[in-house]
T-cell receptor
Protein backbone atom coordinates (compact mmCIF):
# COMPACT_ATOMS: atom_id res chain seq x y z
CA UNK A 1 0.00 0.00 0.00
CA UNK A 2 1.14 3.53 -0.77
CA UNK A 3 2.62 5.40 2.15
CA UNK A 4 2.38 8.79 0.49
CA UNK A 5 -0.47 11.10 -0.48
CA UNK A 6 -0.16 13.68 -3.23
CA UNK A 7 -2.61 16.00 -5.00
CA UNK A 8 -3.57 14.45 -8.34
CA UNK A 9 -2.75 17.54 -10.37
CA UNK A 10 -1.27 21.04 -10.16
CA UNK A 11 -0.62 23.94 -12.50
CA UNK A 12 2.29 26.36 -12.37
CA UNK A 13 3.27 29.33 -14.52
CA UNK A 14 6.49 29.09 -16.47
CA UNK A 15 9.37 30.78 -14.65
CA UNK A 16 7.71 30.52 -11.25
CA UNK A 17 8.61 28.11 -8.47
CA UNK A 18 6.61 24.89 -8.47
CA UNK A 19 5.92 23.56 -4.98
CA UNK A 20 4.72 19.96 -4.88
CA UNK A 21 3.46 18.69 -1.52
CA UNK A 22 3.53 15.14 -0.21
CA UNK A 23 2.12 13.65 2.98
CA UNK A 24 3.81 10.60 4.51
CA UNK A 25 2.41 10.61 8.03
CA UNK A 26 3.23 6.93 8.71
CA UNK A 27 6.88 7.16 7.67
CA UNK A 28 9.31 5.24 9.86
CA UNK A 29 12.59 6.55 11.23
CA UNK A 30 14.75 4.66 8.74
CA UNK A 31 12.68 5.43 5.67
CA UNK A 32 13.85 7.92 3.09
CA UNK A 33 11.71 10.22 0.95
CA UNK A 34 12.50 10.01 -2.77
CA UNK A 35 11.11 12.03 -5.64
CA UNK A 36 11.02 10.81 -9.22
CA UNK A 37 9.30 12.30 -12.23
CA UNK A 38 8.01 10.73 -15.41
CA UNK A 39 7.71 12.76 -18.56
CA UNK A 40 5.14 11.42 -20.97
CA UNK A 41 6.26 8.24 -22.76
CA UNK A 42 9.56 8.09 -20.89
CA UNK A 43 10.88 6.11 -17.94
CA UNK A 44 10.89 7.67 -14.47
CA UNK A 45 13.82 9.96 -13.64
CA UNK A 46 15.35 10.39 -10.20
CA UNK A 47 15.17 13.94 -8.83
CA UNK A 48 16.25 14.01 -5.20
CA UNK A 49 15.98 12.20 -1.87
CA UNK A 50 16.35 12.92 1.83
CA UNK A 51 15.99 11.45 5.29
CA UNK A 52 15.68 14.31 7.78
CA UNK A 53 17.50 17.36 6.47
CA UNK A 54 16.54 19.59 3.62
CA UNK A 55 18.37 18.77 0.41
CA UNK A 56 19.21 20.68 -2.75
CA UNK A 57 20.71 19.65 -6.05
CA UNK A 58 20.86 21.06 -9.54
CA UNK A 59 17.29 20.01 -10.28
CA UNK A 60 15.32 20.77 -7.15
CA UNK A 61 15.10 21.32 -3.41
CA UNK A 62 13.47 18.98 -0.92
CA UNK A 63 12.03 20.41 2.28
CA UNK A 64 11.13 17.83 4.95
CA UNK A 65 9.15 18.93 8.01
CA UNK A 66 10.72 18.42 11.40
CA UNK A 67 8.26 15.65 12.29
CA UNK A 68 8.96 14.06 8.86
CA UNK A 69 5.25 13.63 8.20
CA UNK A 70 5.30 15.71 5.05
CA UNK A 71 7.66 17.16 2.49
CA UNK A 72 7.68 19.61 -0.41
CA UNK A 73 9.56 19.34 -3.66
CA UNK A 74 10.51 22.73 -5.07
CA UNK A 75 11.41 23.34 -8.71
CA UNK A 76 12.78 26.86 -8.44
CA UNK A 77 12.18 28.14 -11.98
CA UNK A 78 9.76 25.86 -13.76
CA UNK A 79 10.02 25.44 -17.53
CA UNK A 80 7.65 23.80 -19.99
CA UNK A 81 9.94 20.76 -19.98
CA UNK A 82 9.12 20.22 -16.31
CA UNK A 83 5.59 19.13 -17.25
CA UNK A 84 5.44 15.56 -15.94
CA UNK A 85 4.00 13.25 -13.29
CA UNK A 86 5.93 13.67 -10.04
CA UNK A 87 6.07 10.72 -7.67
CA UNK A 88 6.78 11.03 -3.95
CA UNK A 89 8.16 7.71 -2.73
CA UNK A 90 9.13 6.21 0.59
CA UNK A 91 12.09 3.84 0.64
CA UNK A 92 13.28 1.81 3.59
CA UNK A 93 16.96 2.25 4.32
CA UNK A 94 18.93 -0.79 3.21
CA UNK A 95 16.09 -2.05 1.07
CA UNK A 96 15.30 -2.06 -2.63
CA UNK A 97 11.65 -1.50 -2.04
CA UNK A 98 10.23 1.76 -3.38
CA UNK A 99 6.67 2.37 -2.24
CA UNK A 100 5.22 4.60 -4.95
CA UNK A 101 2.40 7.06 -4.43
CA UNK A 102 -0.16 7.87 -7.11
CA UNK A 103 1.78 10.93 -8.27
CA UNK A 104 0.98 14.56 -9.07
CA UNK A 105 0.55 15.59 -12.68
CA UNK A 106 2.29 18.96 -12.89
CA UNK A 107 1.43 21.14 -15.87
CA UNK A 108 3.63 24.15 -16.55
CA UNK A 109 1.76 26.84 -18.44
CA UNK A 110 3.37 29.54 -20.59
CA UNK B 1 27.33 6.15 -19.76
CA UNK B 2 24.31 6.58 -17.52
CA UNK B 3 21.76 4.88 -19.74
CA UNK B 4 19.56 1.88 -19.46
CA UNK B 5 18.63 0.66 -22.93
CA UNK B 6 15.48 -1.34 -23.58
CA UNK B 7 14.48 -3.13 -26.76
CA UNK B 8 12.12 -3.27 -28.47
CA UNK B 9 10.36 0.03 -27.80
CA UNK B 10 7.06 -1.40 -29.04
CA UNK B 11 5.89 -5.01 -29.25
CA UNK B 12 2.60 -6.47 -30.43
CA UNK B 13 2.04 -10.16 -29.81
CA UNK B 14 -0.71 -12.73 -29.89
CA UNK B 15 -1.66 -14.79 -26.88
CA UNK B 16 0.12 -17.86 -28.25
CA UNK B 17 3.38 -16.09 -29.14
CA UNK B 18 6.72 -16.27 -27.35
CA UNK B 19 8.71 -13.07 -27.26
CA UNK B 20 11.39 -11.42 -25.13
CA UNK B 21 12.12 -7.96 -23.82
CA UNK B 22 15.75 -6.97 -23.40
CA UNK B 23 17.50 -4.52 -21.11
CA UNK B 24 21.15 -3.47 -20.97
CA UNK B 25 23.21 -1.20 -18.72
CA UNK B 26 26.93 -0.45 -18.62
CA UNK B 27 27.14 1.50 -15.38
CA UNK B 28 28.53 -1.43 -13.38
CA UNK B 29 25.30 -1.66 -11.42
CA UNK B 30 24.73 -4.92 -9.58
CA UNK B 31 20.96 -4.67 -9.18
CA UNK B 32 18.44 -4.77 -12.01
CA UNK B 33 14.67 -4.58 -11.92
CA UNK B 34 11.58 -5.18 -14.02
CA UNK B 35 8.54 -3.00 -13.44
CA UNK B 36 5.11 -3.07 -15.07
CA UNK B 37 3.19 0.17 -15.55
CA UNK B 38 -0.44 0.45 -16.59
CA UNK B 39 -1.82 3.72 -17.93
CA UNK B 40 -2.11 6.51 -15.34
CA UNK B 41 -0.73 4.29 -12.58
CA UNK B 42 2.67 4.21 -10.85
CA UNK B 43 5.13 1.45 -11.76
CA UNK B 44 4.64 -1.91 -10.03
CA UNK B 45 7.68 -3.99 -9.14
CA UNK B 46 7.86 -7.42 -10.76
CA UNK B 47 11.37 -8.81 -10.25
CA UNK B 48 14.66 -7.82 -8.67
CA UNK B 49 18.04 -9.29 -9.56
CA UNK B 50 20.94 -8.74 -7.23
CA UNK B 51 24.42 -9.81 -8.35
CA UNK B 52 22.82 -11.79 -11.20
CA UNK B 53 20.60 -13.81 -8.87
CA UNK B 54 16.84 -13.44 -8.63
CA UNK B 55 16.20 -11.98 -5.20
CA UNK B 56 12.60 -10.85 -5.46
CA UNK B 57 9.61 -12.15 -7.41
CA UNK B 58 6.53 -10.13 -6.53
CA UNK B 59 4.12 -13.01 -7.13
CA UNK B 60 4.34 -12.57 -10.88
CA UNK B 61 2.55 -15.21 -13.03
CA UNK B 62 4.83 -17.81 -14.60
CA UNK B 63 3.99 -16.58 -18.10
CA UNK B 64 6.61 -13.91 -17.31
CA UNK B 65 10.08 -15.44 -16.99
CA UNK B 66 13.07 -13.23 -16.15
CA UNK B 67 16.65 -14.04 -16.98
CA UNK B 68 19.93 -12.32 -16.11
CA UNK B 69 22.65 -13.71 -18.43
CA UNK B 70 25.30 -11.40 -16.97
CA UNK B 71 25.62 -8.29 -14.84
CA UNK B 72 24.83 -5.97 -17.76
CA UNK B 73 21.86 -7.75 -19.29
CA UNK B 74 18.34 -8.50 -18.17
CA UNK B 75 15.70 -10.27 -20.21
CA UNK B 76 12.00 -10.82 -19.71
CA UNK B 77 10.63 -13.82 -21.59
CA UNK B 78 6.94 -13.68 -22.43
CA UNK B 79 4.73 -16.66 -23.22
CA UNK B 80 0.97 -17.19 -23.37
CA UNK B 81 0.20 -13.66 -22.26
CA UNK B 82 -3.27 -12.26 -21.78
CA UNK B 83 -4.65 -8.97 -23.14
CA UNK B 84 -4.61 -7.55 -19.60
CA UNK B 85 -0.82 -7.93 -19.63
CA UNK B 86 -0.66 -5.06 -22.11
CA UNK B 87 1.36 -2.35 -20.40
CA UNK B 88 4.64 -0.43 -20.39
CA UNK B 89 7.44 -2.65 -19.09
CA UNK B 90 10.25 -0.72 -17.48
CA UNK B 91 13.74 -1.93 -16.72
CA UNK B 92 15.84 -0.20 -14.07
CA UNK B 93 19.23 -0.60 -12.46
CA UNK B 94 20.90 0.61 -9.29
CA UNK B 95 24.34 0.37 -7.76
CA UNK B 96 23.07 -2.08 -5.19
CA UNK B 97 19.81 -3.23 -3.64
CA UNK B 98 20.79 -2.36 -0.15
CA UNK B 99 22.86 0.15 1.73
CA UNK B 100 25.42 0.96 -0.92
CA UNK B 101 24.94 3.97 -3.11
CA UNK B 102 22.20 6.56 -3.02
CA UNK B 103 19.41 4.13 -3.82
CA UNK B 104 18.83 5.94 -7.10
CA UNK B 105 17.25 3.81 -9.77
CA UNK B 106 18.07 4.48 -13.40
CA UNK B 107 15.16 3.62 -15.66
CA UNK B 108 15.03 2.79 -19.32
CA UNK B 109 12.38 4.30 -21.57
CA UNK B 110 10.33 1.13 -21.47
CA UNK B 111 8.91 -1.40 -23.88
CA UNK B 112 5.26 -0.86 -24.69
CA UNK B 113 3.60 -4.26 -25.02
CA UNK B 114 0.24 -4.91 -26.64
CA UNK B 115 -1.25 -8.40 -26.37
CA UNK B 116 -3.99 -9.15 -28.88
Amino acid sequence: DAKTTQPPSMDCAEGRAANLPCNHSTISGNEYVYWYRQIHSQGPQYIIHGLKNNETNEMASLIITEDRKSSTLILPHATLRDTAVYYCIVREGGNYQLIWGAGTKLIIKP
Amino acid sequence: DTEVTQTPKHLVMGMTNKKSLKCEQHMGHRAMYWYKQKAKKPPELMFVYSYEKLSINESVPSRFSPECPNSSLLNLHLHALQPEDSALYLCASSQDVGRLGTGELFFGEGSRLTVL
